[in-house]
């Protein structure tokens, strides 16, 4: 029995080696979780200035619609850019604690196949915006992020493809309730990254630290 335990070390050593040259694994889990909580916090911003325009609508001159739609873009924006941030910054520490290149032949697949749907999806939701078909753009946002996720899971961790088949799910189901468009978009991209994050941090990431 002693004699095959090198065997099996050298097999799990030969894994190892083969799954980071195919996959990217330094995807943290702490990445999902502050992308969650950005994607919440944006959405109850968004929640307030909407509900803030409707109780005081009787008062006051109305602001232009168009405007609110310009300010709501521009939060969405600043909400993405934040979620990036926080979520390079996260992969990015996990990659240096275990000594793997954040940026390689793999994590250019990735970026790639991750890439392709978010472009589709964005010209699909500046073409409903110039439509001015604002009531089916979270629902685009989140089959595409969805079919991004789907895509991009075979260079990545396998729990990314079942983010990317829930964050689907959610938008064809709000495709049949487009009123309620602003909490769908905070359950795919906050409540679900949140769920996400902590199961990746417990998985992969807890045992590392604990270590």
């Known amino acids: 029995m002693d004699s095959q335990n090198p065997s099996l070390d050298t097999l799990k050593d030969i894994k190892r080696l083969m799954e980071r040259s195919s996959r990217f694994i330094s995807l943290s889990g702490l990445s999902g979780l502050s992308a969650g909580i ?44 934040a979620a990036l941030g926080f979520s390079f ?17 793999t994590s250019k697949k990735l ?25 089916f753009v979270a629902s685009a946002c989140l089959v595409f992020y969805g079919l991004a996720l789907v895509n991009a899971s075979k260079y990545t961790l396998t729990d990314i493809r079942y983010l990317g088949l829930m964050e ?12 309620y468009s602003l909490y769908f978009w905070a359950i795919g991209f906050g409540l679900l990254h949140i769920i996400y994050g902590l199961i990746m941090w417990w998985k992969y990431d807890k045992a590392a630290v604990d270590g």
């Open 38 to 81: 950005c994607a919440l916090i944006g959405a109850y911003v968004a929640h307030s200035w909407i509900k803030s325009d409707f109780v005081t609508s009787n008062t006051r001159v109305l602001e232009p619609v168009h405007e609110i739609k310009i300010r709501l873009v521009l939060l969405a924006i600043v909400v993405l850019i």
């Open 168 to 179: 689907i799910a959610l938008g064809l189901i709000n495709l049949y309730y487009p009123e």
């Open 111 to 135: 970026l790639i196949n991750l890439m392709i749907p978010l472009a589709a999806g964005g010209f699909f939701v500046l073409g409903l915006l110039s439509q001015n078909e604002w009531r």
């Open 89 to 105: 910054y996260f992969t990015w520490n996990k990659a240096r604690k275990n000594n793997l290149p954040i940026w390689d032949h």
